[in-house]
């Protein structure tokens, strides 16, 4: 690697990291605003709240890395150009396409990031997050009884439970189902604990009594009892798949679907397919996104003015890579043979990089032309 390819690449990754780092952290931020809202609200630790947003960070970096890696392109070479190393560096009989192999190093880097954030981190994570979110929707205690505080699960119903021993005992249990047009019923106990059997969740009291209040005649009814069972299994949302997301699964299960993988995950074999294919496409996409900002930037040459109009284009090859994407992945999905339509934002992005850069090499096609009569 010659001393420029060492300069541009170490400039390029330093402001990678910059970006990137940035780009993180407001995705994260977002991102751990809704888990906040979700996990405390139903009575979470702090704890599951960090281990949740950690979950998350892998699906996070694979939407930051391809912008930080275009950002970086863009910003390294409009700085170069701006202070006149790219035109130094050109007067030296660096071509366009000499000039951009650098950037292919970089781009080949963040490919590198990219895959192993499809192919390992991110099936990785999406798995065990499915997992403990399986587990706390399975978690009464932390769900439904909240100590201290007065619960409504369902409209009609309420609870109320002091304080639970470190064993899983309920003590002093105050429950109210009002559920019923002709009478409401109020249990109290001092003891209560639950139980789980045949699919069904009970709340087994001790020491309490109901209280039966008539509507139609206002008239109360009290039952005193030593132990009573109390079925809150409809109050409780399962929420519990009986098999893999497809973002939970390989990549090499993705590319060899099966009617056990389809009937398990919910999809077709198509879908499965375009989701195995896209995660090579995505991690290509921050090469192509690295060299399309650079590529873009070269065109037109060196002006006093700037080069913001290079950098609006660039912006604009972007939004047509990722509606290139958008309509390559619906065509993917559509039937398994046509898997091969997710790399056609891969392609298109190349293509458009190789045109500019063609064009960067024949600056007299954006000169305007003198008539030879003009100068008589």
Known sequence: MGRFDRYLLSQLMALFGFFSLVLVMVYWINRAVVLFDQLIADGQSAGVFLEFT?????????LALPLAAFAAAVYVTNRMTTESEMVVVQATGFSP????????????????????LMHILIPLSTARLAERQSDIAQNITARLLTPGQFIEPVAGVTF??????????????????????????????????????????QIVM????????RRDSQQLFITSFADLAYDITS????????????GALSTWELLHPTPTLEAETGQSAARLLSSGHDRFSQAFLGTVAALLGFATLMVGGFSRFGIWRQIIAAICLIVVVKAVETGGLNMARAHENLWFATYFPVLTGLVIVWGLLFAATRPYLFKRRIKAGALS
């Open 54 to 62: 950690a979950l998350s960070l892998p699906a996070v970096i694979r």
């Open 97 to 116: 396409f000499r000039l951009a192999r650098p950037v292919l190093y970089f781009g080949l880097i963040v490919a590198v990031l990219m895959s192993v």
């Open 160 to 201: 109320y439970i002091r304080d639970i021993t470190p064993t899983g005992e309920l003590i002093d249990i105050f429950v109210s189902d009002a559920r019923r047009s002709d009478e409401q019923l109020t249990y109290t106990a001092a003891q209560a604990y639950l139980l789980r059997q045949g699919g069904q969740t």
């Open 206 to 213: 001790r020491e309490g009594m109901v209280q039966t209040l």
């Open 235 to 246: 109050l409780i949302s399962h929420s519990r798949r009986a098999g893999r997301s497809a």
